[in-house]
């Protein structure tokens, strides 16, 4: 059968379907997620983690309020100040099954249980995975639930060098009880999954230009009542050809991203990775795909080597040493502030790129928060997490450094899922946040 036949089969088949579906909009997958700018004030949401701790000097600032100091640490963050909010005292205080690492993981986000198991940690106490759905998939749910917040993704979980091996210390999203989701740490499957229609739609685009030319040549052998019906069908076709130009592809749409080529997996690659992923995830929001993204890098016990920082050494290994050791303190300090330099870069990126439609910048519109598993590496306490919150604050008083006494974490997502509008009575175990939400 010659292509000319296919391709008058498959116009056969076009029109038919034109009866069924008309308007190309509506066929999933083919048309991008089109942001409405007449739905309201956006809000969105990104959780960023780094693993193994936080060092206690070069992070936590000296003095609460706005007058606080950012130290070395934090000092990637000193442009944005103003909307910047360093918490102390949020704790992660699910107990039972599993080593700290893997509770800090996998309960971080989901302020419940793990259930028994026999992944075997650290410690005597083996377990499984995560009894709830993390605070990310819950808000994710109110938003896809509503039409005007209602996106093609939802969420996109990014991760950076975060291993293939599936277990409680490598995930941390969860779609739901004993779920876990893994994020995408190839930013070129990540591409293909958010944009992989553009391919689609030039495929589709040179398929119909074929189908038109048939359409034209076929018209002076055939007999009037079959012309007629090409014609019928030739119009069709230019007006899927109009749909996928002019539906496809609005002016107020950024271009995808344009990634560097051949940057393979590896930890000397982190720093490029990093980026890849990041502008990713910003134009993500810029097209409206999804309104929450995590954004993980390596996992809990992760042991990245940062060579690029003259640090040889694995970090989960460095996290053991003891504070008294200056050596291993000065390299954790430039590891942490790698990830904070990660961080400004995600935030002064979302500062740079206007909310389309208004005179706001997306950050004014995000809340980043970045966190981790462990307090403080070699105790491993679940106690005071780093949490710095960065961003358009939702109601929060940002600015500054704030204490609160051992607040839970429930307690905390419950008080950022209030701020995006799902004002939910209870998150994760219900002993865990029957004190409602956390002023900030």
């Not at 699910?94 to 650290?122: A, K, W, Y």
């Amino acid at each position: 059968m010659s292509s000319k036949i296919l391709r008058r089969e498959f116009l056969r088949g076009a029109g038919s379907f034109a009866l069924a579906f008309p308007g190309l909009s509506s066929w999933h997958g083919l048309n991008w997620a089109i942001p409405d700018l007449q739905a309201g004030k956006k809000k969105r949401l990104v959780i960023m983690f780094s693993p193994n701790g936080m060092v206690r000097e070069g992070f936590w600032p000296k003095t609460e309020g706005p007058d606080f100091e950012m130290d070395q640490v934090l000092k990637p963050l000193e442009d944005l100040r103003e909307k910047t909010l360093v918490v102390h005292g949020v704790c992660n205080k699910v107990r039972g099954d599993g080593d700290n690492h893997m509770r800090g993981m996998s309960c971080l986000l989901t302020g419940n249980e793990l259930f028994p198991g026999n992944i075997q940690g650290g410690s005597d106490k083996p377990a499984g995975w995560a009894k709830g759905i993390s605070i990310d998939q819950e808000i994710k749910g109110f938003l896809q639930a509503n039409e005007q917040t209602s996106t093609r993704f939802g969420t996109l979980e990014f991760g950076v060098r975060v291993p293939h091996k599936a277990d409680p210390w490598t995930r941390m999203v969860y779609a739901g009880p004993n779920q876990p989701l893994a994020p995408i740490a190839d930013p070129y499957r990540m591409y293909e999954k958010m944009y992989g229609n553009v391919k689609d739609r030039e495929n589709l685009l040179s398929v119909l230009n074929m189908v038109q030319e048939d359409v034209k040549s076929s018209g002076m052998r055939v007999s009037e009542r079959d012309r007629h019906l090409l014609e019928a069908h030739g119009k069709y076709i230019g007006e899927m050809e109009r749909e996928l130009v002019n539906r496809g592809e609005p002016s107020y749409l950024a271009a995808p991203v344009e990634l560097p080529k051949n940057v393979g997996d590896s930890d000397e690659n982190m720093p490029t990775l990093s980026k890849m992923q990041i502008d990713l995830l910003v134009n993500g929001f810029e097209n409206d795909l999804n309104r929450i993204s995590t954004l993980q890098y390596t996992q809990s016990v992760g042991q990245s080597r940062m060579k690029w920082l003259d640090v040889s050494e694995g970090h989960h290994t460095l996290s053991h040493d003891p504070d008294g050791k200056k050596e291993t303190q000065d390299k954790l300090r430039r590891i942490n502030t790698w990830y904070c330099e990660q961080l400004a870069y995600l935030c002064k990126k979302l500062a740079a790129t206007k909310e389309p439609g208004t005179n706001e910048s997306m950050l004014d519109n995000t809340l980043v928060v970045w966190t981790n598993e462990l307090g403080h590496g070699n105790s491993h306490t679940l106690n005071n997490l780093p949490m710095v919150l960065v961003g358009g604050g939702f109601g929060f008083e940002m600015g500054r450094f704030a204490k609160v006494k051992n607040v839970t974490t429930s307690r905390l997502w419950l008080a950022i899922s209030h701020a995006m509008g799902h004002r939910i009575d209870s998150f994760g175990l219900a002993e865990l946040c029957k004190e409602g939400p956390v002023k900030l």
